[in-house]
C-alpha cells in the first residue's frame, strides 16, 4: 500500500515538473504570446473604429444619414468579431463558430434581411467583445512586453555585459560567473512568464467561448 502510495506522490510530481518546466516547448505558448501582441494594436483599432462609427451616426441620426453609419458600423463589427473568432481558432485553439444570418438570396427583403442580424445574439456579444479588447489589450501588451524584454535581457548577459551597465542592488555585473547567474535568474523568469502569458490567454480563451460561439460544433484547427 505504501509502495502505490509513493509512486503515485512520484507520478504527480513528475506531473506537475513536467507542466512548470515543459511549458517552454509546448508551441502552443508561442502562439499565446503571438494572440498577445496583436491584441493591443487591435484593440485600440476596434475602439477607435467603433467610437467613430456610433459618434459619426447617432450625430446624424436627426437628418437620416446617420442611419447608414449605424448600419455600416454594425456590418464592420460583426466582421471584426469573425476575425476574432478566426484568431481565437488558430491561435488559442478554441472552437469557436460565428452565427449564420440569412443570406440576401435567402431574407425575402431587405428589412428581413437586416433584422436578422440585429436579432442574433452574436451580433451584440460580438460588440462587447470588441470594447472589452481594447483594456485587455493594453494590459496584456504590458505585461508581455515587460516580462519578455526583462527576461530575454537577463538571458543575453554573457554575451553583452562587456556592453552594457548592469546595475543590480547589490552592485554591477563585471565577471561572467556573474552574467551566467543572471541568465539562470532570466531562465527562470522566462518560464514564470510563460506561465503567466498562458494564464492571460486563458481569460481570452474564456471570453472568446463566451462571446464569439454561435454555439455550433467545429473543429479546432491543428
Known sequence: MNINKKETIMKDLSTGLKNILGVGLKPGSYLNILYLLLAFPLG???????????????????????????LLTMFSWRIFARFEGFQARWLLKEAVQADRPLRWTEANGFWNWITSR??????WKGLVYLLLKAPLGIVSFIVTATLASV??????APFIYRFVDYELPWGAI??????????????????????IFN?????????????????QRLAVAE
Open 151 to 156: 527576461s530575454g535581457v537577463l538571458i543575453i
Open 118 to 123: 440585429l436579432s442574433s445574439k452574436y451580433t
Open 174 to 195: 563585471s565577471t561572467m560567473s556573474q552574467a551566467l547567474s543572471l541568465t539562470a535568474i532570466g531562465l527562470g523568469l522566462g518560464l514564470f512568464s510563460l506561465h
Open 44 to 70: 485600440i483599432f476596434y475602439f477607435a473604429y467603433l467610437i467613430t462609427g456610433f459618434s459619426i451616426g447617432l450625430g446624424l441620426l436627426y437628418i437620416f444619414i446617420g442611419l447608414p453609419f449605424l
Open 199 to 215: 494564464g492571460l490567454a486563458a481569460v481570452f480563451r474564456w471570453l472568446s467561448k463566451s462571446l464569439l460561439n454561435s454555439g
